[in-house]
Nanobody, 126 residues
Framework: QVQLVESGGGLVQAGGSLRLSCAASGRTLSGYTMAWFRRAPGKEHEFLAGISWTGSSTRYSDSVKGRFTISRDSAKNTVYLQMNSLKPEDTAVYYC???????????????????WGQGTQVTVSS
């Protein structure tokens, strides 16, 4: 079993930055892909960025490419999401998730992710 706890959300003005963290516990995440999703009110979960367990493969959605950067510290069992140039439309609850089966690939469907954190709210004011 894997427990995930996100932190780092908050209120920021448009153009600002935030860094989200997701700390995992329960077992080592070696071999697991980790990703960030978000869910805005009335919308489905949206894949944002993912990173393979080696860190050699990353994948971003078009909506955040060039603005967000995903990274992981395997020694700390933690994944990060650096968010720059934030826009009001980035307002959502942000979740980290773990895919235990994709290996070196980064998958997008939420159904591939077995473990989810509780989410952290990000609000971007205009």
């Amino acid at each position: 079993q894997v427990q995930l706890v996100e932190s780092g959300g908050g209120l920021v003005q448009a153009g600002g930055s935030l860094r989200l963290s997701c700390a995992a516990s329960g077992r080592t995440l070696s071999g697991y892909t980790m990703a960030w999703f978000r869910r805005a009110p009335g919308k489905e979960h949206e894949f944002l960025a993912g990173i393979s367990w080696t860190g050699s493969s990353t994948r971003y959605s078009d909506s955040v490419k060039g603005r967000f950067t995903i990274s992981r510290d395997s020694a700390k069992n933690t994944v990060y999401l650096q968010m720059n140039s934030l826009k009001p439309e980035d307002t959502a609850v942000y979740y980290c998730a773990v895919d235990p089966l994709s290996g070196l690939r980064v998958s997008i469907p939420t159904t591939n992710y077995d473990y989810w954190g509780q989410g952290t709210q990000v609000t971007v004011s205009s």
